[in-house]
């Protein structure tokens, strides 16, 4: 009698544990259509966005500032510095809204978003951003920071083709334009749902046809409009501190692993991928560089093998979270001979000025990075494709993004150039300031003493 009791008393116990399981169960249909806000995502979202920042300001500003004369430096560096401050604002007044808000289809939704976001007109402490993951946001505030960077390193970019010849306020004026008609458009076109290229499936993980292609190709159109600098391919323009684009370069490399791996969105097992995969590629790049530079020029140079990197990290930009690390080796190694042949042989061949390279590197390495996502991709090379991924039907995918990004930006380009130089009777600084150098010349500052 005793021992039923207790029995009995141990079963009720048991049941009464059991109840808030049972209730657990049966809200579990309800709890698996909330969405969750990670704090882990949110924490890697905020460290890829400040880490984004740092490859701009001061990554990207002295990889330039390095390259150009003793006389130029500070110019770069303004230029540098100023468009990423102009652009975060304009990504807040109106980029965003356009560029991610709007109607889902109908209309221009294809192409651009409306001003529903207005200086973040909704935005606020409760709304939310997706994932890729079913399940899982982000606050809508940490999302749009994170885009702002992307928005900024892209348009100043541009810098690297024109510098040492071009009028500040032409520059600024340059760069807001290209922003709203070129940037904003093809953020939209790739990385929204109702944007064209998004619709086609278009493969772009982190920017090989928003930021490097565009960019690329928006330097090259500046560069030829404002024509090259006095001397050009008559006498040597050596860079004037290599020291410091190293450490540009490796600045630019740690903020890469924000770029490529921030952009999965959460913390996660593809984002370690695309890490690895940030890794690889420029190691690649840098070492086919510099095999290319003493083959066919006798020594491998330390400013090759930072260009190599930079090569290789814009390949994989694309594919970084789509390639197995045999991919983005292959992928990191192709682009580095080929914009070594873009910078050594094409160029000069062409004789435009595109001072820095922008479109040696990160045009034709967008291009590289972009139709090569397509081969990487492949499962039985070691990838991670979408549902309903052919290699050739992906191929053909990818060459209309491409095709789209150059014409788009070259147009948008060439017009705002048309634009700017009506507007400041010339784009072109004075052959005498050109002479004296723009630090002195624009800014009344010298670097050195």
Known sequence: MKLSKVLGGATLASLLLALPALAQDAAAPAAEAAAVVDKGDVAWMLVSTMVVIVMTIPGLALFYGGLVRAKNILSVLTQVFMGFSMIAILWVAYGYSLAFAGPTEGGLSAFIGDFSKFFLSGVTL??????????????????????????????????????????????????????????IPMAHMVWSGPGLLFGMGAYDFAGGTVVHINSGVAALVAALVLGPRMGYLKEPTPPHNLVLTY???????????????????????????????????????????????????????????????????????????????????????????????????????????????????????GIVG????????????????????????????????????????????????????????????????????????????????
């Open 247 to 365: 450490v540009g370069a490796g600045l630019l490399w740690f903020g890469w692993f924000g770029f490529n791996a921030g952009s999965n969105l959460e913390a996660n097992a593809l984002t370690a991928v695309a890490l690895m995969n940030t890794v690889l590629a420029p190691a690649a790049g840098a070492l086919a560089w510099a095999l290319g530079e003493k083959i066919t020029r006798g020594h491998a140079s330390a400013l090759g093998a930072m260009s190599g990197a930079v090569a290789g990290l814009v390949a994989i930009t694309p594919a970084a979270g789509f390639s197995g690390v045999g991919g983005a080796i292959i992928l990191g190694a192709v682009a580095g001979v080929v914009c070594l042949w873009a910078v050594v042989n094409l160029k000069p061949m062409l004789k435009y000025d595109d001072s820095l390279d922008v479109f040696g590197i990160h045009g034709v390495g």
């Open 126 to 183: 409760e709304s939310r951003a997706a994932t890729f993951s079913a399940g899982f946001e982000l606050p809508e505030l940490v999302f749009v920071t994170f885009q702002l960077t992307f928005a900024c390193i892209t348009s100043t970019l541009i810098v690297g083709g024109i510098a040492e010849r071009m009028k500040f306020g032409a520059l600024m004026a340059f760069l807001a334009i290209w922003f709203t008609f070129s940037y």
């Open 370 to 449: 972009a139709l090569g996502t397509a081969i990487v991709a492949n499962p039985s090379l070691g990838g991670y494709p979408l549902d309903g991924y052919t290699m050739g039907g992906q191929f053909m995918i990818q060459l209309t993004g491409v095709i789209v990004a150059v014409v788009w930006s070259g147009v948008v380009a060439l017009v705002a150039m048309l634009i700017v130089r009506a507007i400041f009777g010339g784009a072109k600084v004075s052959e005498a300031a050109e002479s004296d150098g723009l630090d002195l010349s624009t800014h009344g500052e010298r670097a050195y003493n």
